[in-house]
């Protein structure tokens, strides 16, 4: 079972930038699509965004131009930039690992890890 550790989270004044950083355990790593999903106080979980084994990539239309989603296939490590924050990007944010269905859409095979709490606000 692949283990999953998010860091990078933190407290941000609005138009500010954080970095996410999620690395995983397991020798399967580059094989697999990951993706970076983010719950807020009241509200259910909400895929954010999702990059294929081919660095194909995949926002949610809250975030599109201002977050970017990569992958380091050496260091087993998926990242998040995150820009021009909003107070209602205020959450916290855990990675997954997974794969797309026959739409194309991502699916999510791995355990939720402990995520990353962050809280955007003056």
């Known amino acids: 079972q692949v283990q999953l550790v998010e860091s990078g989270g933190g407290l941000v004044q609005p138009g500010g930038s954080l970095k996410l950083s999620c690395a995983a355990s397991?020798?399967?790593?580059?094989?697999?699509?990951m993706a970076w999903y983010r719950q807020a106080p009241g509200k259910q979980r909400e895929l954010v965004a999702s990059?294929?084994?081919?660095?194909?990539?995949k926002y949610v239309d809250s975030v599109k131009g201002r977050f970017t989603i990569s992958r380091d296939n050496a260091k087993n490590t998926v990242y998040l930039q995150m820009n021009s924050l909003k107070p209602e990007d205020t959450a916290v944010y855990y990675c997954?690992?997974?794969?797309?269905?026959?739409?194309?859409?991502?699916?999510?095979?791995?355990?939720w890890g402990q995520g990353t709490q962050v809280t955007v606000s003056s």
């Open positions: 397991g020798s399967t790593f580059s094989h697999n699509a």
């Open positions: 997954s690992l997974g794969g797309l269905d026959m739409f194309g859409f991502y699916y999510s095979r791995s355990s």
């Open positions: 990059i294929t084994s081919s660095f194909s990539t």
